[in-house]
């Protein structure tokens, strides 16, 4: 037989709280905003899974982030860390997005000095070819 799948203990967890909360796979498919294949995956792919995926099934079931990383075979701490980043920079351009200065002004709050230089730096970039695409259109 070979290796465990790296996000087999992620699964198995997963599968625990899954049947502890009464929901079907396609339940907790939808609730997570992931794909049931994306989801069955987890017991078979034999490369760890994105950050976003473990991110968001982690929401759906109240698994700490980290926790899930761990379980999921992402253990590098940049990994780690920058999933949290791209999570707190996503709460706060969500709030953005929305015109909602207050949810802004909070999510950006909570954020490190790192994670508001990154957050700075992609935005510019991303601002900058926002108008690079637009000049074409």
């Known amino acids: 037989m070979g290796n465990l799948p790296p996000a087999a203990p992620l699964h198995q967890r997963a599968e625990q709280e899954r049947t502890q909360r ?12 992931i794909g049931r294949v994306t989801y069955n995956r987890l017991a078979t792919e034999l490369r760890p899974p994105i950050t976003r995926t473990v991110h968001k099934l982690c929401q759906a079931l109240n698994i700490d982030l980290a926790e899930g990383l761990r379980l999921a075979g992402i253990t590098e701490p940049r990994g780690v860390a920058q999933a949290e980043h791209v999570e707190a920079a996503r709460q706060a351009m969500e ?3 929305r015109g909602d200065l207050t949810g802004t002004l909070q999510a950006l709050a909570t954020m490190q000095p790192e994670q508001l230089r990154e957050l700075s730096a992609a935005a510019s970039m991303l601002a900058a070819l926002a108008d690079e695409e637009l000049s074409t259109r």
């Open 22 to 33: 009464g929901w079907t796979k396609e339940e907790l498919a939808r609730r997570a905003g």
């Open 95 to 97: 709030h953005a997005y």
